[in-house]
């Protein structure tokens, strides 16, 4: 089983849809949680990143984290054409604190297609 | 600001040859990481370097190897390649208490 697991879609939606990406883990020492979108042929663009449990808002993009149920999703508010990509989760135990080391653990991605 | 550099974009190489990607990280990012992306295994996570020391390393063979220098600019090499190691490289930078920002990768492709 790997250690972080995502739907990887396709998921298709209307322009102005709600969209909900969700990704699970099995462990529980990750305190670090991002979402990264990756357009073809370029590399992942950071999009939220949250410590511990809760809730995190960025324009109409909004991150939770809910650590009891290892589940962390994100929703995208009024989709457009443009953020059609790949999201991908990625998580930590650390995040480069003092000696601590850098490794992420990535899903591996949902595609997201948003249709004009 | 200039984002995470990675050079070349592209290369195409054969079975046995080795191979030199570079990467420049964000100016004042002493954290580099590199990681290997493929359709098949996601994303995966290769080295980090931070002030010219490797702080941890995944589960490829020996033949990945790389090494930071001062201006932390980090290099990673892979020697004897294999069809397999056809994927597109990420370098990630980053400061203390700061997630990592990428660059857009070189895409490897083994003959």
Known sequence: QKEVEQDPGPLSVPEGAIVSLNCTYSNSAFQYFMWYRQYSRKGPELLMYTYSSGNKEDGRFTAQVDKSSKYISLFIRDSQPSDSATYLCAMSDTLNYGGATNKLIFGTGTLLAVQP | ?111
Not at chain 2, 27 to 51: A, I, K, M, N
Not at chain 2, 83 to 98: E, N
């Open chain 2, 1 to 111: 600001k200039a984002g995470v550099t990675q050079t070349p974009r592209y290369l195409i190489k054969t079975r046995g040859q080795q191979v030199t990607l570079s990467c420049s990280p964000i100016s004042g990012h002493r954290s580099v990481s590199w990681y290997q992306q493929t359709p098949g295994q996601g994303l995966q996570f290769l080295f980090e370097y931070f002030s010219e020391t490797q702080r941890n390393k995944g589960n490829f063979p020996g033949r990945f190897s790389g090494r930071q220098f001062s201006n932390s600019r980090s290099e990673m090499n892979v020697s004897t390649l294999e069809l397999g190691d056809s994927a597109l490289y990420l370098c990630a930078s980053s400061i203390t208490d700061q997630p990592q920002h990428f660059g857009d990768g070189t895409r490897l492709s083994i003959l």
